[in-house]
């Protein structure tokens, strides 16, 4: 099983792009989740560094230029998905992640947070 720690990178990406109303709330994840060709065009455009701020963790034992480093991706390179985030804070649960799970947990109050103000 992956050594998850959580992504600070990502965790601030998405809280950013929350705050600037770049989320989609209403949203299939299996339908907006990236496939691999959007991942290798994001990681073409963007290296690892880009692409990993799209994944609340980081797999401390992966090599540092692979995708396998990351994991619980919450949007789709554009904007990120209330859908995303649920999918994450489940799947961290599942899998006894809890400081991905309350990170998700985290993001999803700051989108309750943004819309209540806006």
């Not at 899998?95 to 989108?111: Q, T």
């Amino acid at each position: 099983m992956p050594s998850y720690e959580v992504n600070a990178a990502g965790v601030a990406k998405a809280r950013e792009l929350i705050d600037a109303g770049q989320y989609v709330l209403d949203s299939r994840w299996s339908d907006a989740q990236p496939d691999t060709d959007t991942e290798n065009a994001q990681l073409d455009r963007h290296g690892y560094d880009g692409y990993g701020q799209w994944h609340l963790a980081v797999d401390t034992d992966a090599g540092q230029q692979t995708k396998a480093r990351y994991g619980f991706v919450y949007g789709d390179f554009d904007r990120v998905h209330r859908s995303g985030l649920i999918a994450a804070k489940q799947r961290a649960a599942q899998n006894d992640h809890s400081d991905v799970e309350a990170a998700a947990d985290d993001l999803l109050d700051r989108i309750d947070e943004v819309r209540a103000d806006g």
